[in-house]
């Protein structure tokens, strides 16, 4: 299974991204998907997560700010991520977890600055 990062970028305070990730490979349609977000010098923390219900779980630091979502393939992710702030800025993960097995993507680097 390869998860494929996309949508990072540099971005002024306020401002707007949105995250995509594509699942590959033998799973179409993984049981759990999320975005976690490592800052330099912090460690790995989960920002959202969605189950293959819809059933969504979000970060207190995001709550009200990004939104997940799964595409009608199932195998798709997106993370809509608004009112950016500095403190947002980190390599943000693509997770996947199927029947107890975890994958990662690459990671795709945001960048909130002036």
């Known amino acids: 299974v390869q998860l494929q990062a996309s949508g990072g970028g540099l971005v002024q305070p306020g401002g707007s991204l949105r995250l995509s990730c594509v699942a590959s490979g033998s799973i179409l349609a993984p049981n759990f998907m999320a975005w976690y977000r490592q800052a330099p010098g912090k460690q790995r923390e989960l920002v959202a997560d969605?189950?293959?219900?819809?059933?969504?779980n979000y970060a207190d630091s995001v709550k009200g700010r990004f939104t997940i979502s799964r595409g009608n393939s199932r195998n798709a992710m997106s993370l809509q991520m608004n009112s950016l702030k500095s403190e947002d800025t980190a390599v943000y993960f693509c997770?996947?977890?199927?029947?107890?097995?975890?994958?990662w993507g690459r990671g795709t680097q945001v960048t909130v600055s002036s």
């Open positions: 997770n996947a977890v199927h029947y107890g097995v975890a994958y």
């Open positions: 969605i189950n293959s219900g819809g059933t969504t």
